[in-house]
Nanobody, 117 residues
């Protein structure tokens, strides 16, 4: 079992920056992939960025060059961050942390990101 706690998000003007954090606890040594998805009103949830335990990353085309995903693990927890720069109104969505551990997927509670024009 993995528990996830998200933080960050909020309201920012276009061109601004935000940083999201997601702390995983529990069976952290079984985590293979951590990342972020988002869901805008009336749209399907979509991948934003993921990072593997080996440090490989993958980004949605719409965020490449603006967002950076990173992670760190200590003995008790594993954290994944999403640094979001040059935000656009179309980045407005609920952002969800996602972890894959031992073949199972876990979701965070979601955090709202709103970018005003």
């Amino acid at each position: 079992q993995v528990q996830l706690v998200e933080s960050g998000g909020g309201l920012v003007q276009a061109g601004g920056s935000l940083r999201l954090s997601c702390v995983a606890s529990g069976s952290i040594f079984s985590i293979n992939v951590m990342g972020w998805y988002r869901q805008a009103p009336g749209k399907q949830r979509e991948l934003v960025a993921v990072i593997t335990s080996g440090g490989r990353t993958n980004y949605a085309d719409s965020v490449k060059g603006r967002f950076t995903v990173s992670s760190f693990r200590d003995n008790a927890k594993k954290t994944v961050w999403l640094q979001m720069n040059s935000l656009k109104p179309e980045d407005t969505a609920v952002y969800y942390c996602n972890v894959i551990a031992a073949g199972l997927g876990y979701w965070g509670q979601g955090t709202q990101v709103t970018v005003s024009s």
